[in-house]
């Protein structure tokens, strides 16, 4: 439940599933608030597919629970018109057309040859609608497979690595589609392993490793609570970064080309420690926050310290 009392679009709840030997999910719980794209972000292995798996009734947990819009899937009197999913890459009859295998699908769950039209247009395949799929690019399958899942007109969509195959044009396209579908109050889950990907296209994170959480939160609250570098260029690094160490900023670190690099100062506040050690600062530049490397380092177990407040984290490993 969401703190203003409706249900979450999506939730998890200390959700595990484990094969055999394998713990794919570990005590696993996050939201997904209505109206969100919320990125599901991990490596390869980490347990996303199978999550989402989990969340549309599709993988019995070993223990925990997940609900769609409050309720278990299987519970949901009409799925299609709740969640649409594309998850792994469409089985495609390739002699089949595209509008042909959109029909397919509508009358499985009770729709008119005219929404199928209708889904092949939102995803800017209509000029293709009859050709064949074993001729489609593997973009052109991805909208497809998206097509489909939008059939039913869902609330909620989820989305298994959609940017796998897409040229920079494609994954442009799918960011303002999906910006689009947003906007008008639904909810997207889109996983990806990597962060760039869906950086601007997300607005929430949840980000696993090993099975486990380790961050869910905002977008914009991870950036900020990560503090960018100041790249200095000084007539005495070492002597810089000694009299820095002296008054507490102990985060610098001399790069191969022979500037300081530093964490948790202003330039301001460099330049008034340099003056008085005899120190020139020939330039500096501000380096904005890497959001890919603070990703990596959360998901390698390398990262030591400085998780946001108040975010859950599934703790060191
Ligand atoms: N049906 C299965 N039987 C046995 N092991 C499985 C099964 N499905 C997944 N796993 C294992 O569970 C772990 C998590 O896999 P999962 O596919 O959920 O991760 P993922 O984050 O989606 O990774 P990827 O991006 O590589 O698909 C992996 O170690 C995987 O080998």
Same mark, same amino acid.
């Given at each position: 439940?969401?703190?203003?009392?409706?249900?979450?679009?999506?939730?998890?709840?200390?959700?595990?599933?484990?094969?055999?030997?394998?713990?794919?999910?570990?005590?696993?719980?996050?939201?997904?608030?209505?109206?969100?794209?919320?990125?599901?972000?991990? !490596?390869?292995?980490?347990?996303?597919?199978?999550?989402? /798996?989990?969340?549309?009734?599709?993988?019995? %947990?070993?223990?925990?629970?997940?609900?769609?819009?409050? &309720?278990?899937?299987?519970?949901?009197?009409? $799925?299609?018109?709740?969640?649409?999913?594309?998850?792994?890459?469409?089985?495609?009859? !390739?002699?089949?057309?595209?509008?042909?295998?959109?029909? &397919?699908?509508?009358?499985?769950?009770?729709? !008119?040859?005219?929404?199928?039209?209708?889904?092949?247009?939102?995803?800017?395949? @209509?000029?293709?609608?009859?050709?064949?799929?074993?001729?489609?690019?593997?973009?052109? /399958?991805?909208?497809?497979?998206?097509?489909?899942?939008?059939?039913?007109? %869902?609330?909620?969509?989820?989305?298994?690595?959609?940017?796998?195959?897409?040229?920079?044009?494609?994954? =442009?396209?799918?960011?303002?589609?999906?910006?689009?579908?947003?906007?008008?109050?639904?909810?997207?889950?889109?996983? *990806?392993?990597?962060?760039?990907?869906? @950086?601007?296209?997300?607005?929430?994170?949840?980000?696993?490793?090993?099975?486990?959480?380790?961050?869910?939160?905002?977008?914009? @609250?991870?950036?900020?609570?990560?503090?960018?570098?100041?790249?200095?260029?000084?007539?005495?690094?070492?002597?810089?970064?000694?009299?820095? =160490?002296?008054?507490? #900023?102990?985060?610098?670190?001399?790069? $191969?080309?022979?500037?300081?690099?530093?964490?948790?100062?202003?330039?301001?506040? #460099?330049?008034?420690?340099?003056?008085? =050690?005899?120190?020139?600062?020939?330039?500096?530049?501000?380096?904005?926050?890497?959001?890919?490397?603070?990703?990596? *380092?959360?998901? *390698?177990?390398?990262?030591?310290?400085?998780? $946001?407040?108040?975010?859950?984290?599934?703790?060191?490993?």
């Amino acid at each position: 439940m969401s703190a203003v009392g409706y249900p979450a679009a999506l939730e998890a709840s200390g959700l595990s599933k484990r094969f055999k030997t394998v713990d794919a999910v570990s005590d696993l719980s996050f939201t997904v608030p209505q109206g969100s794209i919320t990125g599901f972000l991990g !490596p390869n292995g980490a347990g996303k597919t199978t999550t989402l /798996r989990m969340l549309l009734g599709l993988v019995r %947990p070993t223990a925990g629970s997940a609900t769609v819009t409050g &309720v278990p899937f299987a519970e949901l009197a009409q $799925p299609a018109r709740v969640v649409g999913a594309v998850l792994d890459s469409l089985s495609l009859h !390739p002699n089949r057309a595209a509008l042909g295998h959109l029909l &397919v699908y509508a009358a499985a769950i009770g729709l !008119p040859d005219s929404r199928a039209r209708a889904v092949l247009a939102l995803v800017g395949l @209509e000029q293709s609608a009859h050709q064949r799929v074993g001729t489609f690019s593997l973009g052109m /399958r991805q909208r497809l497979a998206l097509a489909t899942a939008l059939l039913g007109d %869902p609330q909620i969509l989820v989305l298994d690595e959609p940017a796998n195959g897409l040229d920079p044009e494609g994954i =442009a396209w799918l960011r303002d589609f999906l910006r689009a579908f947003a906007g008008s109050g639904r909810t997207v889950l889109v996983s *990806s392993h990597v962060l760039r990907e869906v @950086e601007q296209t997300v607005d929430r994170l949840v980000i696993v490793s090993e099975g486990r959480l380790v961050y869910q939160g905002g977008l914009d @609250e991870l950036r900020r609570s990560r503090q960018g570098r100041v790249l200095v260029a000084a007539s005495d690094p070492a002597t810089l970064a000694i009299a820095l =160490a002296a008054t507490g #900023i102990t985060d610098a670190q001399v790069l $191969p080309d022979g500037r300081l690099a530093v964490t948790g100062a202003e330039l301001d506040t #460099i330049a008034a420690i340099a003056h008085p =050690a005899g120190v020139r600062i020939f330039g500096a530049t501000a380096e904005p926050v890497d959001l890919e490397q603070v990703f990596l *380092s959360m998901t *390698s177990g390398r990262y030591a310290a400085g998780y $946001p407040q108040g975010q859950a984290y599934g703790g060191p490993r």
